[in-house]
């Protein structure tokens, strides 16, 4: 219950927070187009030319808020404002017209496709950007666990870095989990399959367990802290992956521990001869 109390409000507090933020930039988007009816007005061209600012104005609106739908209702205030503070008579709507709510529908299908398409488009492009900056992650995740020397560094190294990533403390230990420590996760590392939060039996969970281990060996448990929420599967994803990696440096290094120096090592790269004869090119036989 304590953990439940403590998602909700962080969850709510972030869903204030983009409700204000897109009400504000449709607060700015909307005066700045009836700023631009105005200044045409004044220098007397035809307020007509304010509605490409009007699309403009739309286009902007879908790019910068979470919904296409926040591009179509500025299209809709535009056009109910230009109606109502621009065009004779002044302080009359005379939308009720045939011609009038003919022009409002068409805007309105118009503003809303164009704002969908839009916020789209922007969606796309954001998530080329995140994959772009996870495989770059990814990379220095590589080189980070190939210079680690020990299993216990290839971990340590793998829990900063999805510590990191998904801005939430992440946990790898190797081993079994202690006697004394948290029912699920030994649960986890003795059926080898995921507990704990969002799995079934564990609903005051407050981490997710996930077992550590490939080609029949568990070599631990990585615990994720769900307290602000579940992990979504892109997340979910991304923790497999690193895992993977770090797999392949335990093992590596652990075979580097086991082995004695020089073991496995050709001769002539461990220990160096101090025959000259040997450095001497093998030269071909005189033809007779």
Known sequence: MAASSRRFPLRSSLSARRVLRNLVAFALLYGAGLAAVWGFSLLGVSTLVAFPVFVLGVLIASLETDSGLWGAALGVAYLLSYDFLFTAPLFTLKVLSRTDVAALVIFLVVSLIMGVITHRMSRQVQAAERTACALGRLNRLS???LESSTPQAACSFAQEFLTRVLRRPVTITLGEPPVAGSAAARDCYERRSPT???????RDATEKYLPLGMKGRLYGVVAIDCSSGD????SL????????QTLVAVERNELAESEPDGAGVPAAIAAPSNDKSAAEPIRPAALS
């Open 143 to 145: 080189v980070g666990l």
């Open 237 to 244: 994803s991304l923790v497999n992956a690193v895992v993977a």
């Open 231 to 234: 992990v979504d599967s892109g």
């Open 196 to 202: 704990g939060y969002g799995e079934p039996g564990w």
